[in-house]
């Protein structure tokens, strides 16, 4: 018996599924468990090594154990690593996210992505004085009841668009909108634009594969909700320090009034961070009447690990390394399933991509959900046995970092070709 299933085996009779994320437990037949990770491979506690894509789900830009960031990390822990009192560390990782983000005046740090966005959406009702938000059906803002509705991510993966325990009473409050639709945002905001206090949205879909924005949809959010008075909150916590220093607002060239940011900042530790203009950041406690606390708020080992981080994407070729290699991957998969015939549609926006097994564009939760993830989980359990790893749902995203260089990104392009062709032999479709 491997060591990952004497473990898994284990773990079921004291973690529930095994696991403490449901989509680590999409991996078949059982996951696998890892002993470390270094630049851009994972080594289970089986001694396989693996070509990683996954990156912690997004995080881990610069790859495993980076030794800028390692040695920063290690150096710092020695002195102590929870005081319950503020640390210098803070105010620089804030100096650097007002710096890079223009709609970022003030920060708040918190533990999560879902511990910000629902942070965000208690923040945007205390400013504005109203009920509902406005939502995009896939688009996934972590497990927060009020959010947590046709959500995407390990929601869509096992079929639970919306959870048991999310009160109707809450879940009414949220109206849910096509993304790249902007008639559907209109329509909606026609009848109940006056009680919305926000429009959230990922401004890449990111946790239904990978779906970027069309045309000036982005645009066509902020007008609309400039003329409703509604705010617009931007869940920039996949995206946040991925397309760039200025995460998907610098890079599409639209404002949100308020950001989620996660994952990246945190260098691969927990961490979340609520940003907006003085004004708004104003009515959060201390200052004002919306309440926010939390004993790990600006954990020091979190935000050393994240300065760090930033640091090297600032300083370094990391962006460029992770961008050609995740342009390069693209059109090489692209290259692979048309020579075999297989109808696809690839997604790419800089250091991520994810293939869809459909004909035409996906633009939204419907195109991607025409997909064959039948062929998309068969190509990652054939990967899986050659060394890659992709995430194992459709609905998640493949990422790229900067320990990917020209040589992993060849060596993954071998193995898909290898697999698809153990594919095509075995009927796989």
Not at 118 to 137: Q, S, V
Not at 202 to 220: H, Q, S, T, W
Request: aromatic fraction near 8%.
């Amino acid at each position: 018996m491997s060591e990952s299933k004497r473990l898994f085996e284990e773990a079921q009779r004291v973690l529930v599924g095994g696991v403490n994320s449901p989509v680590r437990a999409a991996i078949r037949p059982y996951p696998f468990f890892v002993r470390e990770g270094k630049g851009p491979y994972l080594i289970t506690v089986d001694g396989n090594r693996l070509i990683d894509y996954v990156l912690g789900y997004g995080p881990l830009i610069l790859g495993h154990a980076p030794e800028a960031v390692t040695r920063r990390i290690v150096e710092y822990v020695s002195k102590g690593w929870l005081y319950g009192a503020p640390t210098e560390l803070e105010i620089t990782l804030a100096k650097k996210i007002v710096n890079h983000f223009p709609s970022i005046e003030m920060v708040r740090f918190v533990n999560s992505g879902g511990e910000a966005v629902a942070t965000a959406i208690r923040l945007a009702r205390g400013y504005t004085g109203r009920r509902k938000i406005l939502k995009f059906e896939g688009c996934y803002h972590g497990a927060v009841d009020s959010v947590l509705v046709k959500a995407g991510s390990a929601a869509a993966h096992f079929g639970s668009p919306s959870s048991a325990g999310v009160p109707e009473d809450v879940a009414k409050l949220t109206l849910v909108a096509r993304y790249n639709d902007l008639d559907s945002v209109e329509k909606i905001m026609r009848e109940e634009g006056n009680d919305v206090a926000a429009i959230i949205v990922e401004p890449i879909m990111a946790n239904y594969g990978v779906i970027p924005p069309r045309n000036d949809f982005l645009k066509g959010l902020r007008e609309v909700a400039d003329r409703f008075g509604s705010l617009l909150i931007f869940d920039e916590v996949v995206t946040g320090y991925r397309l760039g220093l200025g995460g998907a607002q610098r890079y599409y060239g639209v404002k949100a009034d308020i950001t989620t940011l996660g994952k990246i900042i945190g260098g691969g530790f927990p961490v979340g961070a609520v940003g907006a203009r003085e004004e708004i950041m104003s009515k959060l406690s201390p200052k004002g009447p919306v309440f926010n606390a939390g004993t790990f708020n600006g954990h020091p080992i979190s935000m050393i690990a994240g300065l760090a981080t930033i640091e090297v994407l600032e300083t370094t070729n990391a962006y460029e390394i992770a961008i050609n290699a995740s342009r390069k991957l693209a059109e090489g998969l692209d290259d692979v399933l048309g020579r075999y015939g297989i109808d696809h549609t690839i997604n790419w926006v800089p250091t991520m991509l994810q293939v869809f097994f459909t004909k035409g564009e996906v633009i939204d939760h419907e195109t991607a959900s025409r997909s064959n993830a039948k062929i998309y989980l068969n190509l990652h359990e054939e990967l899986l046995k050659r060394g890659v790893f992709i995430a194992p749902s459709q609905f998640e995203a493949i990422f790229t970092s900067a320990a990917h260089e020209d040589s992993i990104i060849n060596e993954t392009l071998r193995q898909i070709e290898d697999s698809m062709k153990a594919m095509v032999l075995n009927k796989v479709n």
